[in-house]
């Protein structure tokens, strides 16, 4: 079975810039979430889709962040502006719907430095 | 926020058992106890799960207290490969993954 699999592994760009970062999750789970993992830090949620509709975005700065699964697949995160204390590892993790005895499958995430 | 109390870090001789220890003292009846880990610059991995009894799989085994209060992830033969953070996370199997700081254990040869 493949994994979740997450795009680019690494991005460094300016504050102020935008950046976009891309998961496809594991086929058949309709459930996809983004973290956000700050060094040193445990991963803290920012969104949950279910299918192509949002369950949860209350952790999810709507100012400059936003998101979307459109097609209840492939999901993309955005940020614009981005700013110095959004540098953290960005996962995205799937899983079934409803009932899921083993939780989560992670990707590998995305590191973004913002200098 | 998160519902457990795990140390910050924890060292262990390789070969030998690694005992994590998790509170979760107010753990609801139908909220299970779920492990991962995170291997540096890798995506969190789930371990092993349980509700009240103890469980095992090729991988670790937990043992939750009787008042369900605590619990504890034993991995019996520690390699260098199992140096990682650990988290313990309480929840209802459909509810999100809330993670708190976790425990980072350093095996040493």
């Known amino acids: 079975e493949a994994g979740v699999a997450q795009s680019p592994r690494y991005k460094i760009i300016e504050k102020r810039q935008s950046v976009a970062f891309w998961c496809n999750p594991i086929?058949?789970?309709?459930?996809l979430y983004w973290y956000q993992q700050i060094l040193g830090q445990g991963p803290k949620l920012l969104i949950q889709?279910?299918?192509?509709?949002?369950?949860?975005d209350s952790q999810l700065p709507k100012d400059r962040f936003s998101a979307e699964r459109l097609k209840g697949v492939d999901s993309t995160l955005k940020i614009q502006p981005a700013k110095l204390e959004d540098s953290a590892v960005y996962l995205c993790?799937?899983?079934?719907?409803?009932?899921?005895?083993?939780?989560?499958?992670f990707g590998s995430g995305t590191r973004l430095t913002v200098v | 926020d998160a519902k457990t109390t795990q140390p910050t870090s924890m060292d262990c001789a390789e070969g030998r058992a690694a005992n994590l220890p998790c509170n979760h003292s107010?753990?609801?009846?139908?909220?299970?106890v779920y492990w991962y880990r995170q291997i540096h610059s890798q995506g969190p991995q789930y371990i092993i799960h349980?509700?009240?009894n103890n469980e095992t799989n090729e991988m670790a085994s937990l043992i939750i207290t009787e008042d369900r209060k605590s619990s504890t992830l034993i991995l019996p033969h520690a390699t260098l490969r199992d140096t990682a953070v650990y988290y313990c996370?309480?929840?209802?199997?459909?509810?999100?993954?809330?993670f708190g700081t976790g425990t980072r254990l350093q095996v040493f040869p």
């Open positions: 993790a799937s899983s079934f719907a409803g009932a899921n005895n083993y939780g989560y499958t």
């Open positions: 107010t753990i609801s009846g139908n909220e299970y």
């Open positions: 996370i309480v929840r209802f199997f459909t509810d999100k993954l809330i």
């Open positions: 086929s058949g789970h309709a459930t």
């Open positions: 889709f279910q299918n192509n509709g949002v369950v949860d």
């Open positions: 349980g509700l009240k």
